[in-house]
């Protein structure tokens, strides 16, 4: 019974959306985190489809998070750009939390973009510093957890390599050209939406963790488990703090922030990945 209403709601979305678009055939999904929602500018043709006019879709409550799907184009191909995501913290099922992803899914999108704003806990990040993702570490639920939509994918999808290792040479190759430096780590996922502890962060750190944040992989476990190809970015917006000073507090307000002004890099960044993608292979 929960599979099937899972499967209806994402249906009644998919059906709302092409019957607001319907011209929509979009390639590329992006979904855009705290503060990051500036590559929604950049998006020409727009069509603006705000969640809350959707059949069964929550509602972002957090600050950064505008809330709306933005169809159009980037780098000269069409996109759906989520400016805004939902959180299991918000306390929303994981269904929901990921049903952004399968709808997309269901409209053609091929690739998926993911970007967060993250705490750095590799010493050698800077705040400012843009991580390509190459892993990640999961402590939240799994979205899978429950009967499988056959539709979509195996019971039991591979986790090798979550994040496509061509866009990740692509976007050093980006970055060299441009004069960036890009960061590359493992993001280790939390439910939040407490910050961490320093006793946390250093037992992170022990475990391979570069930066942690209370976001993105529940959508690319689904997005893999849909056989989509994932490339992933965090924003460093906060250094980890592993020595209990209570001086260095975080701050969200601050993370946004942070965020917004390492965005126009990640912006280009995305931009020109997406425009290389080669159309004859899609």
Do not use: W
């Not at 913290?89 to 990921?98: F, H, K, P, Q």
């Amino acid at each position: 019974m929960i599979m099937t209403d899972s499967i209806a709601r994402i249906n009644e979305a998919v059906g709302y959306i092409k019957g607001v678009v319907p011209q929509a055939r979009p390639l590329v999904g992006i979904i855009l985190g705290s503060g990051l929602g500036r590559l929604g500018d950049k998006i020409t043709e727009q069509t603006v489809i705000p969640y809350g006019d959707i059949p069964g879709f929550p509602v972002s409550t957090v600050l950064g998070h505008k809330g709306v799907f933005i169809f159009g184009k980037l780098g000269g191909k069409p996109v759906v750009a989520m400016q805004g995501r939902f959180h299991f913290y918000e306390g929303y099922s994981m269904d929901l939390v990921t049903l952004p992803v399968r709808v997309m899914a269901l409209l053609g999108v091929k690739y998926l973009f993911v970007s967060n704003a993250a705490g750095g806990i590799n010493r050698e990040f800077e705040i400012g510093d843009l991580m390509v993702l190459k892993d990640h570490i999961n402590l939240m639920p799994n979205p899978l957890i429950g009967p499988n939509m056959d539709q979509f994918g195996t019971r039991f999808p591979d986790m090798t390599c979550p994040y496509d290792r061509e866009f990740t040479q692509r976007a050093f190759q980006i970055a060299e050209e441009e004069g960036v430096r890009l960061r590359k780590g493992v993001y280790l996922a939390t439910s939040g939406p407490s910050y961490e502890t320093p006793s946390e962060i250093r037992f992170f750190s022990k475990v391979g963790a570069d930066a942690v944040g209370m976001s993105t992989v529940p959508e690319v476990i689904v997005a893999r488990h849909c056989s989509l190809r994932v490339f992933g970015m965090s924003v460093i917006t906060n250094k980890a703090n592993m020595d209990n000073d209570c001086a260095v507090l975080n701050d969200g307000a601050d993370v946004v922030q942070k965020a917004d002004a390492s965005a126009k890099l990640m912006t280009m960044i995305f931009e020109k990945l997406i425009e290389s993608i080669d159309n004859e292979q899609n």
